[in-house]
């Protein structure tokens, strides 16, 4: 049970980084700048770990990566590469790893946007997933939020491809507030994704003054805690 609570909190921590907020004046046409940041986090507040998120650009090509421990208990990697089309985020490839006392599975998503597809790779079986709709993993759907938002066109629901599906996924937005992490004290939006289960929840606080990087997340999964605080900003 502890193995498979510290697996989920580890992934959904890179989700992170899927979500980002409306600024109060947006910023047309800016590009989501590349960052490095480090992130404390707790589970259960019992076990301590850290966290990195990295956004690196070579002209319209991004490639952004997400890393998480727990000493030697567990760790979590996410990688995603995509392409910046004027505000049009295209995800070329994921990938989502993960260890638990040295025992781990990977997944791989490979969008083919010309063919509306997504093929899926996990245990070594591939899965092919057709794609009606444009759709994101985490970590691309991340930086599309960001630049719907600062063109003023933030839609609220996003779709989100994993290993098995593609579905629809909507947040909801609430109003700007201030709040202290170790890495200082910003102003945020808080964004809330809307669980069909009850006991689930998973919010963010995102500061306009850093391109809407996530600066606090906090998860609860059947009462069982997790929170992630930004530590600073390289």
Same mark, same amino acid.
């Given at each position: 049970?502890?193995?498979?609570?510290?697996?989920?909190?580890?992934?959904s921590?890179?989700?992170?980084?899927?979500?980002?907020?409306?600024?109060?004046?947006?910023?047309?046409?800016?590009?989501?700048?590349?960052?490095n940041?480090?992130?404390?986090?707790?589970?259960?507040?019992?076990?301590?770990?850290?966290?990195?998120?990295?956004l690196?650009?070579?002209?319209?090509?991004?490639f952004?990566?997400?890393?998480?421990?727990?000493?030697?208990?567990?760790?979590?990697?996410q990688?995603?590469?995509?392409?910046?089309?004027?505000?049009?985020?295209? /995800?070329?490839?994921?990938?989502?790893?993960?260890?638990?006392?040295?025992?781990?599975?990977?997944?791989?998503?490979?969008?083919?946007?010309?063919?509306?597809?997504?093929?899926?790779?996990?245990?070594?079986?591939?899965?092919?997933?057709?794609?009606?709709?444009?759709?994101?993993?985490?970590?691309?759907?991340?930086?599309?939020?960001?630049?719907?938002?600062?063109?003023?066109?933030?839609r609220?629901?996003y779709?989100?491809?994993?290993r098995? +599906?593609?579905e629809?996924?909507?947040?909801?937005?609430?109003?700007m507030?201030?709040?202290?992490v /170790?890495?200082?004290?910003?102003?945020?939006?808080?964004?809330?994704?809307?669980?069909?289960?009850?006991?689930?929840? +998973?919010?963010?606080?995102?500061? /306009?003054?850093?391109?809407?990087? /996530?600066?606090?997340?906090?998860?609860?999964?059947?009462?069982?805690?997790?929170?992630?605080?930004?530590?600073?900003v390289?």
């Amino acid at each position: 049970m502890k193995n498979s609570l510290v697996k989920k909190l580890l992934v959904s921590t890179s989700l992170v980084s899927a979500v980002s907020a409306m600024a109060i004046t947006p910023m047309a046409n800016a590009a989501v700048a590349p960052f490095n940041a480090t992130y404390n986090f707790n589970i259960e507040g019992k076990y301590n770990g850290t966290a990195s998120r990295v956004l690196t650009q070579t002209g319209n090509q991004y490639f952004y990566n997400v890393n998480a421990s727990v000493g030697k208990l567990a760790s979590a990697k996410q990688t995603a590469n995509f392409v910046n089309s004027n505000g049009a985020i295209l /995800p070329v490839s994921a990938l989502t790893q993960y260890k638990i006392l040295g025992t781990g599975r990977t997944t791989t998503l490979n969008f083919n946007n010309a063919k509306k597809q997504l093929v899926t790779n996990y245990k070594g079986q591939n899965k092919v997933i057709a794609l009606p709709q444009p759709a994101y993993d985490d970590l691309s759907l991340e930086i599309q939020i960001r630049e719907d938002l600062k063109a003023g066109k933030f839609r609220g629901n996003y779709y989100m491809a994993d290993r098995n +599906t593609v579905e629809a996924v909507p947040f909801k937005k609430s109003a700007m507030t201030r709040i202290t992490v /170790p890495a200082g004290t910003f102003d945020v939006v808080r964004i809330d994704r809307v669980h069909d289960d009850k006991d689930r929840q +998973t919010s963010f606080w995102l500061a /306009p003054k850093l391109d809407y990087l /996530p600066v606090k997340v906090v998860q609860n999964n059947d009462g069982r805690k997790m929170e992630m605080n930004l530590a600073r900003v390289n």
